[in-house]
């Protein structure tokens, strides 16, 4: 239905009013009585012990998440945790509310199934989206918030915003994203390197510890860095070794990239960040190069280009335990799980493995 009726109506609108219509629509969703058991018996997904996955504390009933950016005010939540989402990412938020660069900034690259945004962190802020997650009654899912920086704080004083929305969200996230790779925001990318990098992370870490001893918690919520694909090899080692060293929880590889190698769209043109097919093999060798540094002892959720199980699975080899699809979701619809899944479930039965633990990290064998 996504495919041949709602696909091509969205496509006839620009890109950002057909993503509000979307998000409005879903958040209505959210609020009939019956809609999102409706919306579970058509896009969901059965629990397998094969696909269960253990990461940060959390259960996951399938390894297949969402990526911040769709639903960065947290408006659909109770739509998006009934169609087959193991995971799902909010974000990515900032201390106060902004509005974002200046339209248009959203494109897409259909023959590339591609997209570039260059959004700037348009949110709502913490307290809307505080609230927002406050009055869910149900999570069938673990729910991760992406946070960020807003535009006019100065790189110097980035690590009090991180640590502002830290503090603001903690008791409502599963866990916890840092983003210092969007594309979008002047200087954003440079918190990537060096001391400022490390001193971040340890920042946040120190923050998340401290949150979880006043809620006395057994262990602080998971810390994860999302990190971007336009890395040179020793750019990427670096970042790796300070991420290891900093004891944060594992990295998210990777945001959208600058390059525009291979497209075909006129809107190759359009500044911002790149996500979707041309992405793909970029995140992949990010993973593969993260993996065989830390000999797979750090978590990595890979995202970037997946539209297939044999993309997912790619990911998985590479050394990825769980994997986000954006991108995909918006050319293929939520159907896009449970053929993902599927297809999951059919690839590490062919391989001869009981459970999806086993296929991470094969292709370094």
């Known amino acids: 239905m996504y495919q041949k009726l709602i ?9 950002e009013t057909a993503h509000h219509l979307t998000m409005f629509g879903l958040h209505v969703a959210g609020k009939i009585p019956g809609a999102t058991a409706l919306l579970r018996g058509i896009y969901g997904t059965k629990a397998t012990r094969m696909l269960e996955t253990q990461l940060f504390g959390l259960t996951f009933h399938t390894p297949i998440g969402l990526a911040a950016g769709l639903d960065k005010n947290a408006e659909a939540v109770k739509a998006f945790s009934n169609v087959g989402f193991g995971f ?8 106060k509310a902004q509005p974002g660069n200046e339209q248009p900034r959203s494109f897409r690259l259909p023959p590339d199934e591609a997209l570039i945004n260059r ?13 927002r997650l406050d009055a869910l009654t149900e999570r069938r899912i673990p729910i991760a918030i992406n946070i960020g920086k807003n535009k006019v704080t100065p790189n110097e004083d980035a690590i009090q915003d991180y640590i502002a929305c830290m503090r603001g969200l903690y008791k409502q996230g599963d866990f916890f994203v840092v983003n210092i790779s969007s594309p979008n925001t002047p200087d954003l990318r440079k918190l990537q390197h060096g001391d400022e990098l490390e ?24 810390v ?5 694909p336009d890395l040179n090899e020793d750019e990427l080692t670096s970042i790796i070794a300070t991420v290891v060293r900093s004891n944060i929880d594992g990295i998210i590889a990777t945001n959208t990239t600058l390059s525009r190698e291979g497209l075909q769209h006129p809107n190759k043109r359009e500044t911002g960040g790149l996500s979707g097919k041309p992405l793909k093999d970029r995140s992949t060798q990010v993973i593969h190069e993260i993996y065989k540094q830390t000999k797979g002892s750090l ?29 995909g979701m918006v050319y293929h619809g939520p159907a896009i799980n ?3 899944q599927n ?23």
């Open 338 to 340: 449970r053929q993902i």
């Open 299 to 327: 978590p990595i959720i890979g995202s970037g280009g997946i539209f297939t199980a044999e993309d997912a699975y790619e990911k998985i080899r590479a050394g990825a335990s769980m994997i986000e699809v954006y991108t």
């Open 119 to 131: 959004m700037g962190f348009n949110n709502e802020g913490i307290d809307t989206l505080f609230h």
């Open 224 to 228: 994860l860095v999302k990190i971007a």
């Open 7 to 15: 696909r091509p109506l969205l496509f006839r609108l620009q890109p």
């Open 199 to 222: 001193n971040l992370l340890i920042a946040v870490r120190d923050e998340a510890k401290a949150l979880s001893k006043a809620n006395k918690e057994e262990k602080p919520k998971a």
């Open 88 to 95: 799902l990412e909010v974000g990515t938020v900032t201390p």
């Open 343 to 365: 297809g999951l479930l059919a690839l590490l039965q062919r391989d001869g493995y009981k459970h999806i633990s086993e296929a991470v990290g094969t292709a370094h064998q």
